[in-house]
């Protein structure tokens, strides 16, 4: 959705999902050296990483939950084979995703990781780390999707961004409820 905004402002953007192949991968190594050199050249100017965050979920009930706060990177116990393949891919995503975040972060240029607010993914010692760092700053939003009833909180770490740009310019924001055709 943001790479679809920016397009629709003028601004280039491309997207990485897994799914549309190798050429779309972020864990592909080709994929990450392309980032690395286009960052440090000055062609890529800043990264939104939104990374899968399924295995991360504290609502796990029907499975049971494949990481904690004591072991983010996933349990060493109690976990089938089936289980323990998806928190290694998920992993290899994640541990892609930091490594652009520290080279972006490196070089001044704006970066920004979502995930739902309670996602484990945020007792990551990195990220645990990385939000006491001077220009970054974690923001919480609520926002539904899909028409549903129920809110979705989610946080969105941000790193090189000016505090006026993340925020609503300080006045108090307003609460939507009811419904409206538009």
């Known amino acids: 959705m943001v790479s679809k905004a920016l397009r629709r402002l003028g601004v280039a953007s491309r997207e990485w999902e897994y799914n549309r192949g190798p050429w779309g991968d972020i864990i592909v190594w080709r994929n990450i050296q392309c980032l690395y050199n286009d ?68 070089l001044g240029l704006p970066w920004i990781i979502e995930n739902p607010d309670t996602s484990l993914l945020w007792h990551l010692p990195f990220l645990r780390d990385i939000v006491r760092q001077p220009n970054v700053v974690a923001v919480r939003s609520d926002h539904c999707r899909f028409r549903r009833a129920w809110r979705k909180r989610t946080r969105f770490v941000c790193g090189n961004i000016e505090a006026d740009d993340l925020h609503n310019g300080g006045r108090r924001p307003f609460q939507l409820q009811g419904q409206s055709p538009s």
Request: charged share 25%; with cysteine.
């Open 39 to 106: 960052a440090k050249r000055g062609v890529c100017r800043g990264g939104m990483f939104a990374p899968p965050y399924w295995t991360f979920s504290n609502a796990l009930f029907w499975t049971g939950r494949l990481r904690s706060q004591i072991e983010p990177w996933g349990k060493s116990r109690g976990l089938t084979e089936a289980q323990r393949q998806k928190v290694k891919d998920a992993n290899r995503v994640i541990r892609a995703v930091l490594k652009l975040v520290k080279l972006f972060h490196s």
